[in-house]
């Protein structure tokens, strides 16, 4: 065929009627051929559907298929009834007439059907996209009837198994570059000018204008309008029998920019088809300044004569870019990453062709695009079952796709950056992008990875071994084995290797290499058996049921944050392994298996901490101490710090162990559950310290600032004496609901909490006292939740109890009068009192007690110390005994004899009984009790047991002399 190419220097003298004549006849040639190709592949059902299309938008007849109303836009431009179309038409609706809806005025300009289809890469499950072009100047009201009727006919083409897409175009809105008629996929799937050039390189005219775009030379394009003008206003095409969408010249840089970061989107799931988008997107970046669209390219091969539809075909027109690109970069492993993909694209399977059919023209075209590669059978059958590929080749697979997207990625941030490209993707939707790319791809330590995109159906394997490492050291290594014919005859074949077991397993479950159906060969893991992983997998199918959703768009605008937790405990370890294996049971009634039986054990001997986040990022991480619960329990609050207004991640326990595992579970799943609730309840303020029993030890868990601090104690008068500790701010006490059942704390608890939960430990002092007949045990709680325990002897409970209240008086009074701040959060500041008794489970309950608050010294003798600091930084002490004052600096150490001396002499009689301070003065020497300077009443009581235990020890010397 004879080449036809205008001189592009002087438009006037390159016109011609007849090489126009021949251009039109050429392009319809070829679109000929194209429609016969997508016709052959259809059914005849959906023959019908594609056959009908113009038919159905030229008429408004009521009982064809998307009939909406008789204003609806109609009459296709130029399209006649024939009796073959009134012959269709009657076929679909026996009452169909051409008379009755003829239509003078056509309102739809023209119809194509662009994409892949009529290509080599058109296959059974193709949609067909209807570009549905209506004249400039539609009424809204008339767009939406039309667009109803576009909907009707969708639902009816479905009814024959055929998906197709209308997509309302205005040529003249979008030469102006509106593309407000395209749906939101479309739009985000290209930019107008490269949605133009896939349009014009793979359009298929089904009915009205032609593109008048196929009349304007190559050498032209650059004066595409110009040249438009001049072949209407000289009357070489008539302007009713072309349509205007625009030219092409080249293609701006913000627009294959936006386009590769849509692929790149898509290529994380779909991998295969972004590839080569992206390949051709990457390569158009590389001809910048001077990109020439492939759509100039099929215009030149027509043009130049080449009408051997093969070579003219859409697809293998951008495989032969891209390969061209890439052979000049000499990248031989991407190149041959295209070729798959493009081959998976037409997805034509080569080996399973009937030998006894004639060969399809696509299994010719791909024949030889394989020869031509040099692939061999061999090759071609591993492809051909890519439906089939296990692990490992679809690990070494994924691996590929991976490298050559985020290698996309980069080069468009380093094009971007070098040429200043001013383009509408704003940093935000780089960060949504990378954070894409990082969510599928960014492999870390514990991480589970997704292998699987798309690249094989069915992963699961009949028979896999699990190995733990032979040598006995801290993290062992998991490896998993797969038998590709499920025996253990031949050698097994390695898929990966974790550091933990449930990490190897659920990175099998996720990936779909296990199921229900799967066996297990176990080696070297005593404490694994085939049970416990059946288990295993139904707790994992529970809590994460595949597959997962596909996430919103606008999840990635914010950063990760957990949104599911599972803890496993006791995978691969054995509670109480060595009193089973010398066959001890449980030697008491005590079942809490964080104490469990008579030796007081924890029964939870390592966790693995399970963390699914709202990108979808699963991670694992284990832990194999006799602080893995503690420690699980750290990383676990970590993720979420109290105040912060969010909860910790959705809860779940589970315990696959054959021993104990629902005893475990189940105390573990309440013990994690209350610090939830003590920490993130919105009743308990993040500084309050949970108090539990573990393994014969006491903890405190309390909350500085961002860290959690664990703290241990041997015994219980340690963990008493700790929670006497000053507290900065208010800090409840919170008992798990194990621990100290039967001690006076519980009760306590129990009753300061009753009304306002954390709240009502603030501002208030509660004492609680337990009567016995030669002594009074007295518990102070102070305005910020410190305990001070005090034993008192030889003394009647209610005089205890006068005296402290006067002495919390005057300690208020003073304390109030240096920090108004007081009087504004306690107002008059009120001190509880309440018994304690215990009731018939021997367990404590309180009940509140009236004491009343004596206006003159409920003792013989008032006592008052004054603390100061002489400039050494040590402590000490005056006192007032009655109106006699006694002076450090002049008695020094002697001072306490004195004293004492001084209140034997004002009793009655020589007896040895218990003194007490009415009032004490810490406020010039507070840098030395309260490190902050900040008093609180619990400072108050210490120093006061300390003086009065001092000077009561001075008065039994003096007795005894």
């Known amino acids: 065929m004879k080449p036809i190419f205008p001189k592009p220097e002087s438009i006037h003298d390159g016109l011609d009627r007849q090489n126009l004549t021949k251009i039109r006849k050429r392009f319809l040639a070829i679109n000929q051929d194209r429609l016969t190709r997508m016709r052959d592949a259809l059914t005849v059902r959906q023959q019908l559907v594609l056959d009908a299309i113009p038919l159905l938008f030229h008429t408004n007849h009521p009982m064809m298929p998307g009939f909406e109303s008789r204003d609806t836009p109609a009459g296709v431009c130029h399209f006649k009834i024939t009796k073959g179309a009134v012959q269709l038409g009657r076929g679909i609706a026996r009452s169909f007439t051409a008379s009755q809806d003829a239509v003078h005025e056509p309102q739809i300009t023209a119809i194509f059907v662009m994409g892949s289809v009529g290509t080599i890469a058109q296959s059974e ?9 209506f004249k400039p100047g539609l009424t809204r009201e008339q767009l939406e009837l039309l667009n109803r009727k576009c909907e009707k006919i969708t639902q009816w083409a479905l009814q024959c198994r055929l998906e197709v897409h209308f997509f309302l175009m205005d040529n003249a809105a979008f030469k102006r570059g509106q593309l407000s008629a395209l749906n939101e996929e479309s739009s985000g799937s290209a930019q107008r000018l490269l949605l133009l050039d896939e349009f014009y390189r793979t359009a298929i005219h089904l009915a009205g204008r032609t593109p008048i ?24 095409l008539n302007s009713e029998d072309v349509l205007d969408f625009g030219g092409i010249p080249t293609i701006p840089d913000s627009e294959f920019l936006g386009a590769s970061r849509w692929q790149l989107y898509k290529g994380i799931e779909s991998p295969y088809k972004s590839v080569l988008k992206l390949l051709l997107l990457e390569s158009y970046a590389d001809q910048y300044p001077n990109i020439q669209p492939l759509s100039l390219v099929f215009k030149e091969m027509v043009y130049a004569g080449e009408h051997d539809i093969d070579q003219l075909d859409s697809y293998v027109m951008i495989y032969r870019h891209i390969e061209r690109y890439l052979q000049v970069k000499n990248a031989v492993r991407r190149l041959e990453l295209a070729r798959r993909c493009f081959y998976f694209k037409v997805n034509y399977p080569l080996t399973r062709s009937n030998p006894n059919r004639d060969k399809t023209w696509q299994h010719r075209l791909l024949e030889s695009l394989t020869e031509e590669w040099g692939w061999q059978r061999k090759d071609l059958l591993k492809l051909d079952q890519r439906n089939q590929w296990k692990a490992p080749a679809v690990h070494e697979e994924r691996s590929l796709l991976k490298n050559e997207l985020s290698h996309g990625f980069q080069v468009l941030k380093l094009f971007a950056e070098r040429y200043s490209v001013e383009h509408d993707i704003s940093a935000e939707e780089w960060s949504i992008l990378g954070r894409k790319l990082q969510a599928a791809f960014e492999t870390r330590p514990g991480k589970i990875t997704w292998i699987n995109p798309g690249i094989s159906s069915d992963l699961t394997e009949q028979l896999v071994t699990f190995a733990q490492s032979a040598v006995e050291r801290p993290g062992n290594i998991w490896s998993a084995l797969i038998h590709p014919d499920g025996t253990l005859t031949q050698n097994p074949i390695h898929i990966k290797t974790s550091a933990s077991l449930v990490e190897l397993y659920l990175w099998c479950y996720c990936n779909q290499i296990v199921n229900l159906t799967t066996r297990y060969e176990l080696q070297q893991a005593p404490h694994i058996e085939e049970g416990t992983l059946h ?24 950063s990760a944050e957990p949104v599911d937790a599972l803890f496993l405990l006791n995978v691969g370890s054995v509670a ?30 390592s966790v693995d901490l399970v963390l699914r986040n709202s990108w979808n990022e699963l991670t694992t991480r284990r832990f194999d101490s006799s602080t893995a619960l503690l ?3 750290q990383d676990y609050l970590k993720l979420s710090l109290p105040g912060s207004h969010h909860r910790p991640p959705k809860l779940q326990v589970e315990c696959v162990s054959p021993n104990h595992a629902n005893t475990i579970a189940t105390r573990t799943r309440d013990w994690l559950n209350e610090i939830i609730h003590c920490y993130y309840g919105g009743e308990y303020m993040s500084a309050t310290r949970y108090v539990f029993e573990m393994a014969g030890l006491f903890h405190i868990l309390q909350f500085k600032g961002p860290r959690l601090i664990t703290r241990q104690y041997p015994s219980l008068d340690a963990v008493i004496d700790a929670l006497g500790d000053a507290q900065p701010s208010i800090s409840p006490i919170y008992l798990d609901s194990h621990a100290l059942v039967r001690h006076p704390l519980k009760a306590m608890c129990r009753a300061i909490s009753s009304e306002g939960g954390g709240r009502s430990w603030a501002g208030a002092i509660h004492i609680f006292f337990q009567r016995a007949q030669d002594h009074t045990d007295v518990y102070v709680v102070d305005e910020h939740g410190s305990l001070v325990h005090r034993f008192y002897r030889n003394s009647q409970a209610v005089f205890v109890l006068k005296t402290l209240h006067y002495f919390f008086r005057s300690v208020i009074d003073r304390q109030t009068q240096l920090n108004q701040q007081l009087l504004h959060d306690f107002g008059i500041f009120p001190i509880h009192f309440y018994e304690l008794k215990r009731d018939s489970r021997q367990c404590y309950v309180s009940e509140p007690k009236r004491v009343a608050n004596e ?4 003792v013989e003798l008032e006592l008052r110390a004054i603390g100061y600091d002489r400039g050494d930084q040590k402590l000490r002490f005056n006192f007032y005994c009655g109106d006699q004052f006694f002076s450090c600096d002049e008695l020094e150490e002697q001072i306490y004899l004195v004293v004492a001396q001084q209140v034997l002499s004002r009793r009655k009689s020589r007896e040895d009984y218990p003194l ?7 406020t010039k020497c507070a840098h030395l009790v309260a490190p902050d300077a900040r ?24 007795v005894k002399r």
């Open 535 to 558: 288990r295993l997998l139904k707790v994992f199918a529970n809590w994460l049921p595949l597959p997962l959703k596909s996430l919103d768009h606008n999840v990635f605008k914010r």
């Open 125 to 133: 499950s193709s949609d067909l996209d209807f570009w549905l072009c």
């Open 935 to 958: 008093l609180t009443t619990s400072h108050y009581m210490k120093v006061k047991n300390r003086l009065e235990t001092t000077l009561n020890r001075a008065i039994g010397i003096l």
């Open 916 to 922: 007490y301070l009415t009032d004490l003065d810490l």
């Open 631 to 633: 420690d699980s329990l």
């Open 576 to 605: 109480q392994a060595g009193l089973e294996q010398r066959g001890i049971k449980r030697l008491s009634s005590q079942t809490d298996a964080l104490h469990y039986s008579g030796f007081g054990e924890n029964l939870i001997i």
């Open 213 to 236: 775009w196929w009349f304007v030379p190559p050498g032209n394009e650059h004066e595409y309008d110009e040249y438009t003008d001049i072949l209407q206003q000289r009357r070489f």
């Open 855 to 858: 206006s003159v010294v409920p």
